[in-house]
C-alpha cells in the first residue's frame, strides 16, 4: 500500500564502514546469525514433532460425520447438507469435502500443508515490516520467528489437539488465519500495483475472500472484520496515511464480503434449525447477558496469561529487530521533506496505527466470548480452539512490538555499548528457548496420547471392518476419547448420540454397542 507515514522517521539504511572501528563489532556480527539458527532448531524441532503426529492421526467425534457424509454425498454433496440441515458453514463443507474425499491422507498432511502455509506467509509478512523500517531482512530469524510463533499458537494454549491435528477445528479455526495472512499479502502486494487490472483483482479477491470466510468460521470474521474496519479509518487519506483510496476500497470490500458470508450462513435452513433446537436464551445485548459474557471474557484471559510462555512472542520479535539492525549500526540522518512536499501522518495517527492491535485484541475476544455464549451456552467459553481468532493476532502484535523495539535500540546499542547489545540478544533468546521448553512436557503427553490411540483405534477398526464383513449389523466399540472430543457413548441417550450414528454410518452397520474392559476407554489427552 502505498504511505507516507515512514517519511519522517529515524530509518535505518546499511551504510559501508569507513574504518576499521566503525562496524560492529565480530561478536556483533555472529551472535544474531547463531541465536537465530538456536531458536530455528528448537521451535521447529517442536513443529516438525506436531506435523509428524499427523501420522497417527485417527478419526473421532466430527471426523465420522465429515467421512461418511462426504464418501456417500460427495463434495457437493456435504456442502448442500451442511446449508440445509448443519449449520450453514458452506466453504466449511467444502474444504471438509475436499479433505475427507482423499480418504484417510487428508487428515494426516493437513496440519504440514498448515504448517508451510503459515511459516511462509509469517516471514513474507515480516520481510515487508523490516523493508518497511529500512532494514535488510535476514531469512534465517524470520524462519526462526515464526517458527517459535507456532510452536506457542499450537502447543501453549488447553487444546493443542484440537487447534493442530483435529481436522474440523483446524478447518473452523486455524485455517482461516492462514487464509486471512496471505489475503493480507495479497492486498499488500496488489494495492499499490501499477497496472489497474492488477488492483482490480486484488479488490474483487477481498470480496470473495471475505465471502467464503464470513461462511467458514464466525469467530474469525468477527475479529477480521474488526481489524478491517479500524484500518479502514486510518487510510483516510485525509489522515496522510496512505495517498490514495486502494487501502480503504480495499478494507471496505473486505468487510462487505465478510458480511455477505455472515448473512447467508445466518440465513441459511441449517443455522435456522440449529437455533430452533436450542432453549429461550436472553437478548445477547441485555445486561445480564452483557454481564456474563464479561465474565466469560475474564475467564478466557485468566487462561491465556496464566500462560507465561506467550511472552516469548515478544522475545522472538526482540530477537528479529536485534538481527536485522546490529550489522547496521549507524541510524541514517532524518530526511527532510522538500518544499511544498504533500505532509506525512501526524503524531497522533502514527500513535493510532502503533495502538491498532490492542482494540482488535480485546475486542475482538470479547467478540468472540460473546458469540461462544449465543452459541453453545454458559460453557462455551471453554471452547479453546476458537481462541485461535485472536491469539495469533496477539502473537503477531507482540512480536511486532518486540521487532520494533529491537529495530530502534539494536543500532544505538551497539554504537555505543556493544556489550549491552550482546547481552540483550542474549535475553531474548533465552527467554524464547525457555517459553519452547516449557511446552516439551506438553507436546510429550500429546504425541504419547496420540500414537497410543492411533494403535488401539487401528486393531479396533480390522476387528469392526472384520464383523461387518461377515454380516454383523450390531458390533461391539470402544471409546476412545483424544484432545476433550465425542466419543459413541458420550450420552446415555442412544438416540441422542450423534457420533455412534455417524460411526454407524461409516462402517455399514445399524447398531454399535458399548464395549468395557481392559483398554476401555482411556483419558482425554491434551
Not at 523490516?130 to 487444546?159: D, E, I
Not at 465471502?211 to 479509518?233: H, I, M, R, W, Y
Not at 435452513?269 to 445480564?288: V, Y
Not at 512472542?313 to 528479529?320: C, E, I, K, M, V
Request: charged share 10%.
Amino acid at each position: 500500500m502505498s504511505t507516507t507515514a515512514a517519511e519522517d522517521e529515524d530509518l535505518v539504511t546499511p551504510s559501508p564502514p569507513t574504518g576499521p572501528h566503525t562496524g560492529p563489532r565480530p561478536l556483533l556480527r555472529t551472535l544474531p546469525t547463531a541465536a537465530a539458527a538456536t531458536l530455528a532448531t528448537a521451535a521447529g524441532a517442536l513443529v516438525a514433532v506436531g506435523c509428524f503426529l499427523g501420522l497417527y492421526i485417527r478419526p473421532t467425534s466430527d471426523d465420522w460425520c465429515a467421512a461418511w457424509k462426504t464418501r456417500d454425498l460427495g463434495v457437493l454433496g456435504i456442502t448442500a447438507d451442511f446449508y440445509t440441515t448443519q449449520n450453514g458453514r458452506i466453504a466449511n463443507a467444502f474444504l471438509s469435502g475436499l479433505l475427507y474425499g482423499g480418504g484417510p491422507a487428508g487428515t494426516k498432511i493437513l496440519p504440514t500443508l498448515i504448517t508451510l502455509a503459515l511459516t511462509a506467509a509469517l516471514v513474507l509478512l515480516g520481510r515487508r515490516l523490516l523493508h518497511a523500517l529500512g532494514h535488510t531482512p535476514p531469512l534465517l530469524a524470520l524462519t526462526a520467528c515464526a517458527l517459535a510463533l507456532q510452536a506457542l499458537l499450537y502447543f501453549a494454549g488447553t487444546r493443542s489437539y484440537q487447534v493442530l491435528l483435529w481436522a474440523p477445528a483446524t478447518i473452523s479455526h486455524t485455517v482461516p488465519s492462514v487464509i486471512g495472512l496471505w489475503a493480507l499479502l495479497l492486498a499488500l502486494a496488489t494495492a499499490a500495483h501499477p497496472r489497474p487490472a492488477v488492483r482490480t483483482a486484488g479488490l474483487a479477491g477481498a470480496l470473495l475472500t471475505g465471502f467464503a470466510l464470513g461462511t467458514l468460521s464466525e469467530p474469525f470474521a468477527l475479529v477480521s472484520a474488526l481489524l478491517a474496519a479500524l484500518t479502514a479509518l486510518l487510510c483516510l487519506p485525509r489522515l496522510h496515511l496512505t495517498t490514495t483510496w486502494r487501502p480503504f476500497t480495499w478494507c471496505l470490500l473486505w468487510c462487505a464480503g465478510l458480511a455477505c458470508g455472515l448473512t447467508v450462513l445466518h440465513t441459511s435452513p441449517g443455522a435456522r434449525w440449529r437455533r430452533a433446537q436450542q432453549p429461550e436464551k436472553p437478548p445477547i445485548l441485555s445486561t445480564g447477558e452483557l454481564r456474563a459474557t464479561f465474565e466469560d471474557w475474564l475467564r478466557i484471559w485468566d487462561t491465556v496469561t496464566g500462560q507465561w510462555a506467550y511472552l516469548a512472542a515478544a522475545a522472538a520479535g526482540l530477537l528479529l529487530g536485534l538481527a536485522a539492525t546490529l550489522r547496521t549500526p549507524r541510524p541514517a540522518p532524518r530526511r527532510v521533506p522538500a518544499s511544498g512536499a504533500r505532509p506525512g501522518a501526524g503524531r497522533a495517527t502514527r500513535t493510532a496505527l502503533l495502538l491498532l492491535p490492542l482494540p482488535v485484541v480485546i475486542l475482538g475476544s470479547f467478540a468472540v466470548a460473546a458469540g461462544l455464549r449465543s452459541g453453545y451456552g454458559p460453557t462455551g467459553w471453554t471452547y479453546a480452539r476458537t481462541w485461535t481468532s485472536f491469539l495469533l493476532p496477539m502473537e503477531l502484535a507482540l512480536c511486532g512490538y518486540g521487532a520494533l523495539l529491537g529495530a530502534w535500540a539494536g543500532p544505538r546499542l551497539a554504537a555505543r555499548r556493544p556489550a549491552a547489545a550482546a547481552t540483550a540478544t542474549t535475553a531474548a533468546l533465552c527467554l524464547t528457548l525457555a517459553a519452547t521448553a516449557s511446552l516439551v512436557p506438553h507436546l510429550q503427553q500429546l504425541t504419547t496420547t496420540t500414537v497410543a490411540r492411533s494403535i488401539a483405534w487401528d486393531a479396533q477398526n480390522t476387528r469392526i471392518r472384520t464383523e461387518a464383513a461377515h454380516g454383523a449389523t450390531d458390533v461391539g466399540y470402544r471409546p476412545l476419547p483424544i484432545g476433550h472430543l465425542a466419543e459413541p457413548f458420550f450420552t446415555a441417550d442412544y438416540d441422542r448420540d450423534w457420533v455412534a450414528a455417524c460411526v454407524s454410518r461409516w462402517y455399514g452397520v445399524d447398531r454399535i454397542h458399548r464395549l468395557t474392559g481392559r483398554g476401555g476407554a482411556g483419558t482425554p489427552g491434551p
